[in-house]
């Protein structure tokens, strides 16, 4: 039943817990609609540049350079508040850049997979404010048994990125992992769901499950 992707924000499905606007950096969105296994992530990693879809089930990909078009179907997304660009990215010319109150959302219609998906993203994550939303579907702010969230929280100096999913009778918790809040440098991030589990990869590194 859900209709949108809410990108860079809890937006109006998760924001309850204060997981507002994420004002951290993010290049090279893609989503899935299937489970990529830690091969695929990696591989996915030192892909090189210009773009050639080379993913099975890939179905989204928002490079962020200077524009918030999907260039698997040219359709671009509409854009809440003033989300802009950083100026800097992790390859490419540019990569969104999150704001007070501003996120993107995009129809999620024939991006995901029944039973799975995969969601994966260069992330430079910024701690201020302390926690926030980062990908975001859902269809009722009340009722975390259907869509995602993909979110963080934690200090100035660390921040965990965690995953919240609705499994239709209920939710599934997954506490991911912590990113180093100080460096400044940029992570590649990695979302799968089966049927039966998720797993979050830094890195293509798997966190906890």
């Known amino acids: 039943g859900c209709t949108d992707i809410t990108i860079g924000a809890g937006g109006e499905t998760f924001s309850y817990w204060n ?19 830690q091969a695929e992530v990696q591989t996915m990693i ?12 890939e179905t989204f990909y928002m490079p962020f350079d200077g524009s918030y078009t999907n260039l698997m179907t040219y359709a671009s997304a509409t854009e809440v ?7 800097v990215s992790y390859e490419g010319s540019d990569a969104y850049m999150g704001a007070t109150d501003s996120y993107l959302t995009y129809p999620i219609e024939g991006v995901f997979g029944d039973d799975a998906f ?18 975001t579907v859902g269809d009722d702010a009340d009722d975390r048994n259907q869509g995602f969230r993909l979110f963080r929280e934690g200090s100035a100096t660390e921040q965990r990125i965690k995953a919240n999913v609705g499994i239709g009778s209920g939710e599934s918790w997954n506490d991911g992992g912590l990113l180093d809040a100080t460096t400044g440098d940029w992570v590649h991030v990695a979302f799968t769901v089966s049927a039966t589990e998720s797993k979050i990869y830094f890195n293509g590194v798997e966190q906890l499950s």
Do not use: K, Q
Request: no cysteine; net charge negative; aromatic share 12%.
């Open 19 to 37: 997981h507002l606007s994420d004002n951290s950096s993010m290049d090279e969105l893609r989503l899935f609609n299937t489970t990529l296994t």
């Open 46 to 57: 030192n892909a090189s540049d210009p773009y050639e879809p080379l993913y099975n089930g």
């Open 81 to 87: 508040g003033t989300p802009s660009f950083a100026g």
């Open 118 to 135: 995969s969601v994966t993203f260069w992330y430079n994550v910024n701690s201020t404010p302390d926690r926030s939303g980062i990908i």
